[in-house]
């Protein structure tokens, strides 16, 4: 062991190589559709490995993508703008300088003298359709049926909050096309079916529906193990069990709750409760937000959660079950509940946090 080890776990953003754990099923099934001519909507809570898995099998399928948040889009117009940044980042200019010539609305491209970073915009317009018919006619004649783009579109039930349009008119062009495989990414469990699962619906059965579940245990275990080796030694494999134990393979929670631990192991004097140092330096890290997001929620919203937090029964006569009901799936609209086999609050050291505070 030495003293410029690097922390072996990442939490927060796409993880690849070394910080990447199992999943081989998930890739091999996401590599197979991109292989096909369907399209894929992939559904999990937030931070279960959406986007991670998806970069997996794209990169694993030697792929050409092109990946957008439409949580990042603002109206029609910037949604179109975002996407030809991508393309212009990712494909040679000569593919698409006479396209974009022909655009019916001539986008301003220019490029930061000092950072190089390039910004796109359209200038203002009354039909923001042709500005996003014109991009997407782009992607798909810069390729073929043999080499077919990948675009992936990240909580893609935005959708609806972007325009009212959008919906439909999206749908109506993506159907045309040939070159292109859709992968759409939600973690808004009742939106994204409401989206591809309801007959009314412009995207009703789209493409496959796939669930991200959390990571196997034994996977994630040797995953933990292996890391936790060269710094807890035969505390090791006791440790992981607690971490696993604790964060029910969570990915996310998973991941930062073991950087903690190895950082405890690597630095603090005393070796004894490692997880619940960390866990306290994690609460304490997050005191002030758990503190605000709390304020926000109404009584009903604080019970349920205390409940939760507890794992206590809800039919106690306290409200109704109706009010409960709604409640909770407001909860869940915001991401603090989440429903696998049963609800729970989706952070577990918010959780904890909640519990502590009673
Ligand atoms: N296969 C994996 N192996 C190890 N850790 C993982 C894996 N997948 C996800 N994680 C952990 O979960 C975190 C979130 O992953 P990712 O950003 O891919 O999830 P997401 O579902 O796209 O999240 P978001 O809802 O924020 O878009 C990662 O930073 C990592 O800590
Ligand atoms: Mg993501």
Not at 26 to 48: D, M
Not at 128 to 135: A, G, K, M, N, T
Not at 304 to 323: V, W
Request: hydrophobic content about 40%.
């Amino acid at each position: 062991m030495t003293a410029n080890m690097e922390n072996p776990f990442k939490f927060g953003s796409i993880v690849e190589d070394e910080f990447f754990t199992d999943r081989v099923q998930e890739t091999e099934y996401i590599c197979n559709y991109i292989k096909s001519r369907n399209h894929l909507v992939l559904i999990s809570p937030r931070r279960f490995g959406k986007s991670s898995v998806v970069l997996r099998a794209v990169k694993q399928a030697e792929r050409q993508y092109i990946q957008l948040n439409l949580q990042k889009v603002t109206s029609i117009a910037d949604f179109a703008a975002k996407l030809l940044k991508e393309i212009y980042r990712t494909h040679p200019w000569e593919i698409v300088k006479d396209q974009i010539m022909r655009f019916r609305v001539i986008p301003n491209v220019t490029s930061n003298q000092v950072t190089g970073a390039l910004s796109v915009a359209f200038p203002p317009t009354q039909d923001q359709r042709v500005l996003l018919e014109d991009v997407f006619a782009l992607m798909e004649n810069a390729h073929s049926e043999d080499d077919r783009l990948v675009v992936i579109l990240d909580e893609f039930q935005e959708i609806r909050a972007i325009s009212p349009v959008l919906e439909k008119t999206l749908r109506a062009i993506m159907q045309e096309q040939r070159h292109i495989n859709y992968i759409l990414l939600g973690s808004q469990e009742s939106m994204m079916t409401d989206i591809f699962e309801n007959v009314q619906s412009p995207f009703y059965h789209f493409g496959g529906l796939m669930r991200l579940k959390k990571l196997p245990r034994e996977e994630f275990e040797q995953y933990l193990k292996t890391r936790f080796e060269p710094v807890f030694h035969e505390q090791a494999a006791e440790l992981t069990n607690q971490v696993l134990d604790y964060t029910q393979c969570h990915p996310y929670y998973t991941q930062e709750l073991a950087f903690y631990m190895w950082q405890v192991g690597m630095w603090e004097q005393i070796k004894t409760d490692v997880k619940e140092v960390a866990i306290r330096q994690i609460i304490d890290a997050y005191d002030l937000s758990y503190e605000r997001i709390w304020a926000n929620f109404n009584r009903t919203e604080m019970w349920i959660l205390q409940r939760l937090a507890a794992h206590a029964e809800f039919q106690t006569g306290d409200y109704k079950t109706s009010t409960i009901y709604s409640a909770l799936k407001r909860l869940q609209h915001a991401g603090h509940v989440i429903y696998t086999d049963r609800y729970e609050i989706e952070d577990p050291f918010f959780s904890k946090w909640v519990m502590a505070r009673r």
